[in-house]
């Protein structure tokens, strides 16, 4: 709830900014206006850049960065963020990749070992 009082007292505060400079340009004419822009522009792309510069700066943890995983002992695995693909933690283990196709109402089931369905 606090954010959206913070979007609309944004808006707010962003019309009420357009009106003034709408107000002022009217009143001193288009050339002082011009030149106001431009300084207006200005500020404006140095604020942009700084707040560039700083979402370069402060970047989110990378996945072997993650806190909280950790592993230990023998054939351990740690795995944190966003991954996917193969882990193998035993000796003859047998990595099964399998594909399948289901159209109109088909159902499909795949297990890499024994598998019993029961459907009723």
């Known amino acids: 709830m606090r954010k959206r009082g913070l979007v609309w007292g944004g808006a707010a505060v962003a019309v009420v900014a357009a009106a003034a400079l709408i107000w002022y340009f009217v009143r001193v004419g288009l050339d002082e206006a011009d030149k106001l822009a431009s300084v207006i522009g200005l500020f404006c792309t140095v604020a942009g850049l700084a707040v560039a510069i700083y979402g370069l700066r402060d970047r989110p943890a990378q996945a072997d960065e993650a806190p909280g995983v950790s592993a230990s002992g023998p054939r351990s695995v740690a795995i944190g963020g966003d991954n996917s693909g193969i882990v193998s933690t035993g000796d003859g283990t ?7 196709e289901a159209s109109g109402q088909g159902r499909i089931y795949q297990a890499g070992g024994d598998q019993t369905i029961n459907e009723e």
Request: glycine share 0%; no cysteine.
């Open 94 to 100: 047998t990595n099964v990749s399998m594909r399948a």
